[in-house]
């Protein structure tokens, strides 16, 4: 409940800023650039029946393109939403399933909300930024031929959704009045509960927890 309370105060706050620091100009920025992401996940134990002790998975890094929009509030504040082209990352077989090899294919969508604070004034070429948000992830995945061998036989995931705080730090460079770099680090709350079906009777779960660390570098456009 306590974020879904996050997500309305963040949009309520920057609701609120706009209208209040009307008499400023409203300055809108589009970002693109590039994204790596390393999930760090960490996943309990694959249990149900036939599963052999130990079995286990991790999700692997990738990289894609990351999309941002971001509207000024004030000189200090703006209000950043952060998505992109969903990545698909590798799932790994780790324990008893070592030697599967990747398994399957997981997407992730997850847009950002951020209320970001940026330190000096708007004449400073060089801003640094933290940012405070929510963020949303959806997952799908598709089975290899390695993981539906190593299950047992044609095997389906399902991956709840997950909805957590996000926060990240950055730097913007100034080239001129519409052009800038942006390079951010960031972070979030993320984690699901894997649903495996194999042959429509073998139900094996586990959940995923992850820590990622996602760096940005885009190229931004304000007007």
């Known amino acids: 409940m306590k974020i879904y309370k996050t997500i309305a105060l963040l949009f309520f706050t920057g609701s609120a800023l706009s209208t209040a620091f009307s008499s400023f100009a409203q300055e809108n920025t589009l970002r693109l650039g590039l994204i790596h992401i390393n999930p760090h996940s960490s996943a309990t134990d694959l249990v149900g029946p036939l599963t052999p002790p130990g079995a286990n998975l991790q999700v692997m890094n990738k990289s894609t393109l990351t999309i941002g929009y971001a509207r000024r509030l004030t000189e200090n504040l703006e209000l950043e939403l952060a998505f992109g082209i969903p990545p698909k990352h590798d799932v790994e077989g780790r324990g008893a399933l070592q030697t599967a090899g990747v398994i399957a ?119």
Do not use: C, M
């Not at 800038?180 to 586990?206: F, M, P, Y």
């Open 105 to 223: 294919k997981v997407k992730q969508t997850a847009p950002t909300l951020f209320l970001n604070y940026k330190f000096f004034d708007e004449n400073t070429a060089l801003r640094p930024f933290v940012g405070l948000g929510v963020n949303h992830t959806r997952f799908s995945s598709t089975v290899t031929p390695e993981g539906n061998i190593a299950s047992g036989g044609p095997t389906v995931h399902s991956l709840s959704s997950s909805t957590g705080w996000a926060a990240q730090a950055g730097l913007s460079y100034a080239v001129d009045k519409q052009w800038s770099i942006v390079a951010s680090i960031a972070t979030a709350d993320v984690s699901t509960d894997l649903k495996s079906v194999t042959n429509d009777t073998v139900i094996r779960r586990s959940n995923i927890s992850f820590n990622p660390v996602a760096v940005a570098i885009s190229a931004a456009y304000r007007f």
